[in-house]
C-alpha cells in the first residue's frame, strides 16, 4: 500500500508565502509523476502543478511565476512553493502520485493525499 502524507498548509497573508511537502511511503519502486491538485469551496478539484520523475514540470496558467514545483526522487517527496499568494489561491490542495509501481510489480496506481489546507486572507 502506498501512502502520501501531505504538510505545511495553514493560513497566510495576501503576497505571503507557503511550502508544502508531501511524502509518499510504502513499497514503492517508481513514481512516474508526482503533482498537486487544489479544491476550492464549491469548485471542481483543479490541476496546480505536476513533475516527472525527470524534471519535467506543467503549472496552471493561474499559478506560473509564483509557484515552483520541485521533488526528491530518493525520498519520494514533493514541494510546492508558492509565492505572492492570492485570496483565490484559498483551497485544498492535494497530492498526488500518478503511475506507480510498488516493489511486488502492482500497478501503475494512482494514489492521492487527504489534503491540507491553505487560506489566503485579504
Known amino acids: 500500500q502506498v501512502q502520501l502524507v501531505e504538510s505545511g498548509g495553514g493560513p497566510v497573508q495576501a503576497g505571503g508565502s507557503l511550502r508544502l511537502s508531501c511524502a509518499a511511503s510504502g513499497s514503492i519502486w517508481r513514481i512516474n509523476t508526482m503533482g498537486w491538485y487544489r479544491q476550492a469551496p464549491g469548485k471542481q478539484r483543479e490541476l496546480v502543478a505536476t513533475i516527472t520523475s525527470g524534471g519535467s514540470t506543467n503549472y496552471a496558467d493561474s499559478v506560473k511565476g509564483r509557484c515552483t514545483i520541485s521533488r526528491d526522487n530518493v525520498k519520494n517527496t514533493v514541494y510546492l512553493q508558492m509565492n505572492s499568494l492570492k485570496f483565490e489561491d484559498t483551497a485544498v490542495y492535494y497530492c498526488?502520485?500518478?503511475?506507480?509501481?510498488?516493489?511486488?510489480?502492482?500497478?501503475?496506481?494512482?494514489?492521492w493525499g487527504q489534503g491540507t489546507q491553505v487560506t489566503v486572507s485579504s
Open positions: 498526488n502520485a500518478d503511475q506507480v509501481i510498488t516493489t511486488n510489480s502492482r500497478g501503475p496506481n494512482t494514489y
